[in-house]
């Protein structure tokens, strides 16, 4: 078992990683490299499997860096009675922001007005957010505290006077959905599990009637891979049906995808002080988060049954959160032409016949073929490490060992482990406020990136007039985080078309020009994933 007390960095190359995938015969293969795949990859790597985790595209490449950043207990579940499922949530919440992600998972104070005839009523919120208190075993400060409605205009002055009761204010938390991911699946690889992105499967091999190999193919190379393992697991969330369709064709659909819809708003045109609540006539609620100088408002929860490659905000989406936006802060005159990018991902939710999108349950769900096949889908985001916890259990005793404690329990992220002897004194190449983006964005391993401006000062700069990102970011994302496209590192490892698309716009040809240099692109190549992103930045503003 590896040493969990140190901090360790090194990632095999991807050449490597791929003779692993042909040439090991693994206890455990991932399909799947959203949150649920690399949480469960990560799980098993800390228990000591061998492990191999694939993904058709890049890590948190769909639904897992499409969310609403919010991990939480989920307020509306509990008038719906699930409150096992809001418990479960805050204490895996709570876990995440004081001992294993606290580099990751921040607190954000939310600000709930309280309307006549929408959403809560004030006897259904001060019980709700009392037992969310409860549940979380918070700190006493960060416990709910309810306000009049001259004290919560006080607090936002562009709430809407009229029919407003008051408001309450409670803390939950955030984080940024792609990176979390990402150290589930850096960690996995750091405990000995072979990670690849851009890895697609195609079918399955049997042997005495189970699951012996997946069949999968590199798609930047084309190399077909023979993937051996004793148990599959199917974490394909959104393509979870297609891959149990691969093992039995006969396979009833197991799963209902629903799309979450988000758009971004500079500040300045929506000059908000606080985090808010919002609900629409129908009880849903919309989040409005500040982050920076633009603002996160989200989400939808409608059915979907469109290309799930091609999931997009449309203009139906961005007319309801403007609408919620307009009841609850009508002296902010909102428009399309406000949004400055969007995204929209689907949820894998369990099957069910009719009920609205927003009453299905968020728990997982885990099938067993009689191949062997595992299959997990549903659950939330604020949940994957006990899910993961859950399926490698299962996935143990079919290999006939027994599962003990997980250590994910307790066991901190890669960016949440100790620090190194001299990180203080790399850290002083860089300013202080640099020094702290990066920690937010990295943790511990921030240190791997300012001992890369040491060596080439350049690197420390932005990478634009304004950009929250460095140089240096690049090429560490490109030696230790498996980097393939220009929009893995602006779209995923950064977050920069959410938290600052302007500025990721203008950032592109630098980053695009250190990415051809260290990857060995051509002119055409680098044009190419320019143009690309381009396309994607003006479909996220126009669509």
Same mark, same amino acid.
């Given at each position: 078992?590896?040493?969990?007390?140190?901090?360790?960095?090194?990632?095999?190359?991807?050449?490597?990683?791929?003779?692993?995938?042909?040439?090991?015969?693994?206890?455990? %293969?991932?399909?799947?490299?959203?949150?649920?795949?690399?949480?469960?990859?990560?799980?098993?790597?800390?228990?000591?499997?061998?492990?191999?985790?694939?993904?058709?595209?890049?890590?948190?490449?769909?639904?897992?860096?499409?969310?609403?950043?919010?991990?939480?207990?989920?307020?509306?579940?509990?008038?719906?009675?699930?409150?096992?499922?809001?418990?479960?949530?805050?204490?895996?919440?709570?876990?995440?922001?004081?001992?294993?992600?606290?580099?990751?998972?921040?607190?954000?104070?939310?600000?709930?007005?309280?309307?006549?005839?929408?959403?809560?009523?004030?006897?259904?919120?001060?019980?709700?957010?009392?037992?969310?208190?409860?549940?979380?075993?918070?700190?006493?400060?960060?416990?709910?505290?309810?306000?009049?409605?001259?004290?919560?205009?006080?607090?936002?002055?562009?709430?809407?006077?009229?029919?407003?009761?008051?408001?309450?204010?409670?803390?939950?938390?955030?984080?940024?959905?792609?990176?979390?991911?990402?150290?589930?699946?850096?960690? !996995?690889?750091?405990?000995?599990?072979?990670?690849?992105?851009?890895?697609?499967?195609?079918?399955?091999?049997?042997? !005495?009637?189970?699951?012996?190999?997946?069949?999968?193919?590199?798609?930047?190379?084309?190399?077909?891979?023979?993937?051996?393992?004793?148990?599959?697991?199917?974490?394909?969330?959104?393509?979870?049906?297609?891959?149990?369709?691969?093992?039995?064709?006969?396979?009833?659909?197991?799963?209902?995808?629903?799309?979450?819809?988000?758009?971004?708003?500079?500040?300045?045109?929506?000059?908000?002080?606080?985090?808010?609540?919002?609900?629409?006539?129908?009880?849903?609620?919309?989040?409005?988060?500040?982050?920076?100088?633009?603002?996160?408002?989200?989400?939808?929860?409608?059915?979907?049954?469109?290309?799930?490659?091609?999931?997009?905000?449309?203009?139906?989406?961005?007319?309801?959160?403007?609408?919620?936006?307009?009841?609850?802060?009508?002296?902010?005159?909102?428009?399309?032409?406000?949004?400055?990018?969007?995204?929209?991902?689907?949820?894998?939710?369990?099957?069910?016949?009719?009920?609205?999108?927003?009453?299905?349950?968020?728990?997982?769900?885990?099938?067993?073929?009689?191949?062997?096949?595992?299959?997990? %889908?549903?659950?939330?985001?604020?949940?994957?490490?006990?899910?993961?916890?859950?399926?490698?259990?299962?996935?143990?005793?079919?290999?006939?060992?027994?599962?003990?404690?997980?250590?994910?329990?307790?066991?901190?992220?890669?960016?949440?482990?100790?620090?190194?002897?001299?990180?203080?004194?790399?850290?002083?190449?860089?300013?202080?406020?640099?020094?702290?983006?990066?920690?937010?964005?990295?943790?511990?391993?921030?240190?791997?990136?300012?001992?890369?401006?040491?060596?080439?000062?350049?690197?420390?700069?932005?990478?634009?007039?304004?950009?929250?990102?460095?140089?240096?970011?690049?090429?560490?994302?490109?030696?230790?985080?498996?980097?393939?496209?220009?929009?893995?590192?602006?779209?995923?490892?950064?977050?920069?078309?959410?938290?600052?698309?302007?500025?990721?716009?203008?950032?592109?040809?630098?980053?695009?020009?250190?990415?051809?240099?260290?990857?060995?692109?051509?002119?055409?190549?680098?044009?190419?994933?320019?143009?690309?992103?381009?396309?994607?930045?003006?479909?996220?503003?126009?669509?």
């Amino acid at each position: 078992m590896t040493d969990l007390s140190i901090n360790r960095f090194e990632l095999a190359p991807r050449p490597a990683q791929l003779d692993r995938l042909a040439n090991e015969h693994f206890d455990i %293969a991932v399909i799947g490299g959203g949150i649920n795949g690399a949480a469960v990859a990560r799980d098993a790597a800390l228990r000591g499997l061998r492990v191999a985790l694939v993904e058709k595209g890049d890590f948190a490449g769909a639904t897992s860096s499409r969310s609403s950043k919010l991990i939480h207990g989920g307020l509306r579940y509990l008038p719906q009675g699930h409150l096992l499922l809001v418990y479960q949530a805050l204490r895996e919440r709570e876990r995440l922001m004081r001992l294993t992600a606290p580099h990751l998972v921040k607190p954000i104070r939310f600000l709930m007005p309280l309307y006549r005839g929408r959403g809560f009523g004030p006897l259904a919120m001060g019980v709700g957010l009392t037992l969310y208190d409860l549940f979380a075993l918070a700190p006493h400060a960060q416990w709910h505290r309810t306000l009049g409605a001259s004290a919560a205009r006080e607090l936002e002055p562009a709430l809407r006077e009229e029919e407003l009761r008051g408001a309450a204010l409670y803390y939950d938390a955030w984080s940024d959905d792609a990176r979390l991911t990402l150290e589930n699946v850096l960690d !996995a690889a750091y405990h000995g599990a072979a990670v690849v992105n851009y890895v697609a499967l195609e079918g399955f091999a049997r042997a !005495a009637g189970r699951l012996a190999a997946a069949h999968v193919c590199d798609r930047i190379s084309g190399r077909t891979i023979e993937l051996r393992a004793r148990v599959v697991v199917n974490a394909a969330g959104p393509w979870v049906d297609d891959v149990r369709m691969l093992d039995d064709r006969s396979a009833a659909p197991s799963v209902r995808l629903t799309k979450g819809a988000h758009i971004v708003i500079p500040r300045e045109r929506l000059p908000v002080r606080e985090s808010l609540v919002l609900s629409d006539h129908g009880g849903r609620l919309v989040f409005v988060m500040p982050h920076d100088r633009y603002v996160l408002i989200g989400t939808t929860d409608t059915d979907f049954a469109g290309d799930r490659e091609q999931v997009v905000v449309d203009r139906d989406d961005i007319g309801y959160l403007l609408g919620v936006m307009r009841e609850s802060l009508p002296s902010i005159a909102l428009s399309e032409a406000d949004v400055a990018s969007s995204f929209a991902g689907l949820r894998a939710l369990l099957r069910s016949d009719g009920g609205a999108p927003s009453s299905i349950s968020r728990e997982e769900m885990i099938i067993e073929s009689p191949a062997g096949l595992l299959s997990v %889908a549903g659950g939330k985001l604020t949940t994957h490490r006990r899910i993961a916890d859950k399926v490698v259990a299962r996935a143990m005793k079919d290999l006939g060992r027994p599962p003990g404690v997980s250590p994910t329990t307790t066991v901190p992220l890669p960016g949440a482990r100790g620090t190194l002897p001299d990180e203080a004194q790399v850290l002083e190449v860089i300013s202080r406020d640099a020094a702290q983006a990066l920690h937010a964005r990295y943790g511990t391993h921030a240190i791997l990136l300012a001992r890369l401006i040491a060596d080439r000062p350049e690197l420390g700069r932005p990478l634009g007039d304004g950009c929250p990102a460095l140089g240096a970011e690049v090429i560490h994302s490109i030696r230790c985080e498996m980097t393939q496209t220009l929009a893995d590192f602006l779209v995923r490892r950064t977050g920069l078309v959410w938290r600052a698309p302007r500025e990721a716009e203008a950032a592109a040809p630098a980053a695009a020009r250190l990415m051809a240099t260290e990857l060995g692109w051509s002119a055409a190549r680098e044009q190419a994933e320019l143009a690309g992103f381009a396309s994607d930045l003006k479909a996220r503003r126009a669509a």
